[in-house]
């Protein structure tokens, strides 16, 4: 059974840091994508930041505007974990921040089968 499984939200003041991680069980993500995005209360689930494979071992990251310049996605496959690092936090990134995997190269949420059950980032006005 595949599970992924998000840890690190929290509280902090804007212009903060912190680290999200998400770890998968159940199969080897080596090959996947996989990828952060989130949904602000009242609003969609948004796209953040995605990290995918292409063969043989070159990873490509991607951004959403509104992170690009303070988001940081890694990964460590030896771990099945990615991690988003983030700085400089404002007020607006404040949302449920939800990991999400699939074999597919993607963007479009509706496409990934997999997803962690989220993690609150708040960040006060």
């Known amino acids: 059974q595949v599970q992924l499984v998000e840890s690190g939200g929290g509280l902090l003041q804007a212009g903060g840091s912190l680290r999200l991680s998400c770890t998968a069980s159940?199969?080897?993500?080596?090959?996947?994508?996989m990828a952060w995005f989130r949904q602000a209360s009242g609003k969609e689930r948004e796209f953040v930041s995605a990290?995918?494979?292409?063969?043989?071992?070159?990873?490509?990251?991607y951004y959403a505007d509104s992170v690009k310049g303070r988001f940081t996605i890694t990964r460590d496959n030896a771990k099945n974990t990615i991690y988003l690092q983030m700085n400089s936090l404002k007020p607006e990134d404040t949302a449920v921040y939800y990991c999400?995997?699939?074999?597919?190269?993607?963007?479009?949420?509706?496409?990934?089968?997999?997803w962690g059950q989220g993690t609150q980032v708040t960040v006060p006005s």
């Open positions: 999400a995997a699939d074999p597919r190269n993607t963007y479009d949420q509706r496409q990934y089968n997999y």
């Open positions: 159940g199969r080897t993500f080596s090959s996947y994508t």
């Open positions: 990290i995918w494979w292409s063969a043989p071992s070159t990873y490509y990251t």
